[in-house]
């Protein structure tokens, strides 16, 4: 059975949104003895092969509930007030500043996907997170039989279909991506 994926309520994208920064580029000049290069084939849809949030359970604001929340067991969205010490060489959360996107020490308040708020608190850098609000989530591999079929077509092919299973598959990330006027 195919997984129907439901249109967000503008209140629900505004929050969501508010966690979508795009990715990263930096540029170092480093010096390596024995070097090895590591390049992620089709790194979109690798990523949509993950959980994705499917359908709202449930929003909490209450300041009493947040404390009990066991972030280990939750998915979704969260709205938090972010520490990061000045000794963070290479800080790894985003925040919006001026219509750009940094990544700073201090103290901010933004919005981030639990997955990533999860993966940066494993690194054991110092990061102190406040949880603020919570956007539960269900959780689903909606993507994984599309991503799984461009793939191998992408993979077996060369030309003109290869660039055509390429295209299918970094263009659907993009579409969820827009935003919800755009798809209205």
Same mark, same amino acid.
């Given at each position: 059975m195919d997984t129907y994926i439901p249109k !967000?309520?503008?209140s629900e994208d505004r929050f969501i949104r508010n966690s979508y920064f795009g990715g990263a580029t930096d540029v170092y000049k480093a010096v390596c003895e024995k070097l090895h290069y590591i390049d992620v084939n089709s790194l979109y849809p690798f990523g949509m092969l993950k959980d994705m949030p499917l359908?709202?359970?449930k929003i909490i604001k209450n300041s009493e509930l947040l404390k009990d929340l066991n972030l280990?067991?939750?998915f979704g969205f969260l709205k938090v007030e972010?520490?990061?010490p000045n000794t963070v060489k290479r800080p790894? !959360?985003?925040v919006k500043y001026n219509g750009k996107?940094?990544?700073p020490t201090g103290r901010w308040v933004a919005t981030y996907f639990?997955?990533?708020i999860k993966a940066v608190l494993s690194l054991n850098l110092g990061y102190e997170i406040k949880i603020i609000e919570a956007h539960e989530y269900s959780k689903a591999k909606i993507f994984e039989k599309f991503v799984s079929y461009f793939y191998e077509i992408k993979k077996n092919s060369s030309g003109p279909k290869k660039y055509l299973a390429k295209l299918c598959l970094n263009s659907l990330y993009g579409m969820f991506g827009r935003k919800l006027e755009v798809n209205q």
């Open positions: !967000l309520k503008s359908k709202l359970i280990d067991k939750f972010v520490y990061c790894m !959360l985003p996107t940094i990544y639990s997955e990533e």
